[in-house]
Every structure is written in structure tokens, then in C-alpha cells.
């Protein structure tokens, strides 16, 4: 059994010592190759920011004004709380089907099969949006910035390509490229606040009366916080990577606890800055009105310079790029540990000898976001409003319920034994943050609209299928402990202590 010990501070080391480093494999992930920074990578990564705060953020000012920057706050918070018991769970339990060994080690093993179905649902629907996303980012980047347009297809294409590569290698390199991606994005969203502070913050000067509660009584708040929560979604892949990590005790809730609290933090300071920009009487209107979407990039423009405002134009599509392979790399990870288990077909459970990935998984991976292209080309359907738009609702409702499950499963995994750890992180955390989550996905799902843009009966169909894949995978779990009560029960027994 692991040391019930804290997790050590962010600066440590996160080399292992040789008895730590798990033992080479042939056939498992490359163990002892991704640290801290590299797990922050992925996760941050996966959030895009710079999309985020430029193209989302304007929607939660239009819809909450002032209130917004507190919005990302209490999300964040409420994630916080949840990693409290997320992270307790990560010490015992190290699976690259993170959400689905979590409930299945805490809800019993039918439950953690449908939740790992949901779970490839989830994360193939949000990697697939992001890829036609890219394409789309890009055609426009690329029309505006050097007047050439090339249709979005042929950029996904080959950011789908450029992706499935870096999955087959190894995945430090996709760990590096991440970073790059990261630190640019993040870099002109400093520069542009830089700008709105040194011109003296806007008309009105800094308002910190925006992060007042009192702000969450006004209208459009329940809306506002459809668009926060979605904005931390991935976060999950801290507890994907740690069959891969150094030193997983530690580095897993470490970089867990970094990379939500920074996203936290940085939307937060982020919103504010775009309201302070245009003064906090006068934000909400500018989000409403014409060419509200394009508020952050007008600020930038006015405040630092048409080079500043260019710049983030076209690190759009590096942060849309990065965001695609984050989830590209986890639902691969996904489809790897369900083919190890026999909840897939087991060839996907199966990696290359010189690079240590999952090979199949990858490529099955791939050729579903291929067919979401061709798809959308072969229909007609906007790349942007309609399927990046739609598959993301069913994928970040998808993510939000496995969280909320999970939680639950946190609690009932520590409910007979704490493993000497305090009650308020494996008790009262979970059960905290499970109904906090339990009462956004009810919102989120009333609101469904204001993510996806379309009628009723189209929201209604894209939230079918989440208990549909639910069911499925508990079905299949049933169906092998008919068949194979031993395979049945070493199902979320891999990386268990």
C-alpha cells in the first residue's frame, strides 16, 4: 500500500528512485517517462485558454457581466475540491483509464465498464470537434493573415495527420510540443493584459467589486455557468498519464492541483482584464452587441497594437492544434486500457517495442476523427457551428457526468478505509464536489442550447447517446461475468495497489 504521506511540494524532484521506477514492459506504456510539467502540459493544453478567453469568455460577459470573472473562480474551486479527492484516489490507483478504474474500484466493476464507454464517447466526440475546429481556425487565420484561402477540410486533414504521428511517438514529444503550444498562447494573453493595466485599466480603472457575490444574483448567471465549467474540462489526464509517470504519488496530485488552480486563477484574472478593458458598465453591452466574439481581439488591437491582435489570431490555431492532440493522446489511452481489459477488442491493449505507444489505439483514433470530416463534408454542415459546436456538448456534459460520478466512487473506494488520510479530503470533498457537479450537469443540460447553438430536439439527441454508452458498457461487463467470472474479476485491477 502506498505511504499515506502528502503529496511533496512542487518543487521537488521528480526523478524516482530505481526501486520506485515501474518495471519495463514489452508490452505496457512507457513507465517513468512523463513528469510534472509534462502532466500540466497535457491538461492546460487540453483547456486551450487562448480560446477560451478569446472566443468563448466574451459569451459568459454578454450573458453574466460582471459576475463572469467569479463564475471561473467558483469552478475552478469547485474542481479544486474535487482533486482533493481525485488526487487521494491517484496514490492506489494508476490505470490509463483513469474515470473508469476510479469507479470501478468504488462502485464495483459494471459501473467502471460504463463508465469507461462513456468515457470513449466523450473524449473521441471533443477530440473530433477540436480537429474540425482547427480546420476551420485555420482556413480563416490563413485568409486573413496572407490573403489565401484553402478550404478547412485540408487543414484538418493535416493536423489529423501531424497528430496521429506525434501519438504514435513517443509521448514526450507530444509533451514538448504541448508546452510550445502553451507557453505562445498564454504569452499573448499576459501581453495583452499587460496592455489594458499599463494604459491604466480601462476608462474606469481596475473594479475588484466584480468578484463581490452579490453579482451572482443577476440575470443570465445559470448560463455563464454553463460556458466556466466547460472551460476546465480535460483536467482528468493528469490521472490518464500515470501509468507513464515519474514518481506517480507524487507527480499525479501535484501537477493535478497546479494545473487547475493555474486555469483557475489565470481565467479569472483574464475575464476581469476583458471587462476592465471596456469598464464594467459598458463590458456586458459590448459582449451583446456587434462584434462582441471579436472583444478581446479589438481590446488587444486598440491597447497594444495590430501585431499583438494578429499574433492571437493565428496562435488560435496553435492552441486549437493542442487542445485536438491533448485529447487525441487520451482517448487513444482510453481505447489502450479498455483493449487491455477486454472491454474492447484486446489488440488495442497492445503498444510498439521501440516507442512504448499505443500503436492501434492511436490509429483507431485517428480514423474516427477521420470519419467525423468526412462527415461533415459529405453533409454539408458548418464545421464551426454545428459540428465542433455539437460534438462538444455531448463530450463536455459526458466528462462532467464521469466526473460527478467519480466522486462518488472517491468516496465509496475510502468509505470502509481512509488509508490513514483525513476525512474532509476522501468524505466530505467527494460528496462536496459531487453535488456541486450533479447541480452544474442539470444546468448545463437545461442550457444545452447556449453551448450548441441548436433546437431543442437536436440537444435532445445529443444527450441521448451519454446514457446509451452508459448502458452499453455496463452490458458488456455483465455479459464477461457470465462468460469469464475470472476476466470479470481482474476488470480495474491493473496499477492497483
Known sequence: MTSPAEPAAAGAHDAPSPEQRPPASSTGLRGGAVGTGDLVFFVVAAAAPLTVMAGVAPLAIGMAG??????????????????????????????????????????????????????????????????????????????????????????????????????????TLSAKVLGVAL???????????????????????????????????????????????????????????????????????????????????????????????????????????????????????????????DTMHALLVTSAFAATLAFHNAAARYFYALGREGLLPRRLGTVTSRTRSPALAVLLQSALALLVVLVTIAAGADPYTVTFLWTNGTGILGVMVLQAVTALAVYGFFRRDRRGLPAWRVALAPLLSGLGLSVLIVMVAANLDLLTGAPTAVNVALLVPLPLAFAAGVAVALRIRRRDPAAYARLTTTGTD
Open 183 to 309: 507557453a505562445l498562447e498564454v504569452l499573448v494573453l499576459l501581453v495583452f493584459e499587460a496592455g489594458v493595466f499599463a494604459g491604466g485599466g480601462g476608462p474606469e480603472g481596475p473594479d475588484p467589486g466584480v468578484l463581490s457575490p452579490a453579482h451572482l444574483g443577476e440575470a443570465g448567471v445559470g448560463g455563464m455557468f454553463v460556458l466556466a465549467i466547460g472551460a476546465f474540462i480535460g483536467f482528468e489526464a493528469t490521472a490518464i498519464y500515470a501509468e507513464e509517470a515519474r514518481d506517480p504519488e507524487r507527480t499525479v496530485p501535484r501537477a493535478t492541483y497546479i494545473a487547475v488552480g493555474f486555469l483557475a486563477l489565470f481565467y479569472t484574472f483574464t475575464v476581469w482584464t476583458v471587462i476592465t478593458a471596456y469598464g464594467a458598465d459598458r463590458a456586458q453591452s459590448v459582449a451583446n452587441g456587434d462584434g462582441g466574439g471579436d472583444m478581446v481581439f479589438a481590446a488587444t488591437e486598440r491597447l497594444v497594437g495590430a501585431w499583438a491582435s
Open 66 to 171: 460582471r459576475a463572469a470573472p467569479l463564475g471561473y473562480l467558483l469552478s475552478g474551486l469547485l474542481l479544486v475540491v474535487f482533486a482533493a479527492g481525485f488526487t487521494a484516489m491517484s496514490r492506489h490507483v494508476r490505470n490509463a483509464g483513469a474515470f473508469y478504474a476510479y469507479v470501478g474500484r468504488g462502485l464495483g466493476r459494471a459501473a467502471g465498464a460504463g463508465a469507461a464507454y462513456l468515457a470513449v464517447l466523450a473524449y473521441n466526440a471533443i477530440e473530433a470537434g477540436l480537429l474540425v475546429a482547427f480546420g476551420w481556425f485555420t482556413e480563416a487565420g490563413v485568409a486573413d493573415l496572407a490573403g489565401v484561402r484553402v478550404p478547412w477540410w485540408l487543414w484538418s486533414l493535416a493536423g489529423l495527420a501531424a497528430i496521429g504521428v506525434l501519438g504514435y511517438l513517443r509521448v
